[in-house]
């Protein structure tokens, strides 16, 4: 489960009432503390909630196991979503507004949510990330139905994702969404200024 107690805002209990949410899901190895160091660079009208995943691994955590680079089971990818939206339905009442952010396999997971609500996000941000293969259901005719907003950031030096799951989400992403994908030359796995300025402009206000 979704441990509320870790949960990191960026606004206190008072505050957050009123306010879009973003959502926030960190890579493997992480932790609920790692994606707030984003929180300067981006929208100050967005209260920010960022999540613990559920799993251990390594001294962090992580949403399922990782299985192929890329390519993790679907099973357990779909279970931690559930998790996921499960908090987001305790909170949703308070926030006009609810958008994902998430890098590597948190970015996955914002993918993932999508595809389980399309018209329940306002958008999703996947950086560093993927979609999950495998869904043979009707779930990504859901997402074409309603063609969310999505940003697809990647370095085109990332060692760590490899470039036939990049370029599987892109397609992905232009067949059932409002995509934006940017490239950034010379950034490894990691997140540059220049992309947080590039997804603070396509969150907004």
Do not use: C, K, N
């Not at 196991?65 to 357990?76: A, F």
């Not at 990504?140 to 989400?169: K, N, S």
Request: aromatic letters at 6%.
């Amino acid at each position: 489960m979704i441990d509320p107690d870790l949960v990191q805002w960026t606004r206190p209990t008072g505050d957050r009432a009123g306010t879009p949410l973003l959502v926030a899901l960190h890579g493997v190895g992480s932790d609920e503390h790692d994606l707030l160091a984003l929180a300067p660079a981006l929208p100050p009208a967005w209260t920010i909630a960022s999540l613990r995943a559920p799993l251990p691994w390594g001294g962090g955590h992580s949403w399922y196991p990782l299985g192929t680079p890329g390519s993790p089971e679907l099973g357990p990818v779909d279970a931690a979503v559930e998790e996921v939206l499960g908090w987001v339905d305790g909170v949703a009442a308070d926030h006009p507004r609810i958008g994902l952010l998430g890098f590597s396999q948190g970015g996955s997971m914002a993918l993932q949510l999508l595809r389980a609500r399309p018209a329940g996000f306002a958008f999703a941000v996947s950086l560093s990330g993927f979609v999950v293969p495998g869904v043979t259901d009707s779930r990504d005719e859901a997402v074409a139905a309603v063609r969310p907003r999505v940003f697809l950031g990647h370095g085109d030096l990332d060692p760590v994702i490899p470039g036939d799951a990049t370029a599987r989400t892109a397609v992905w992403a232009a067949e059932h969404t409002d995509v934006t994908v940017r490239a950034y030359e010379g950034l490894p796995h990691a997140v540059s200024a220049a992309e947080l300025a590039d997804v603070s402009a396509f969150i907004g206000g």
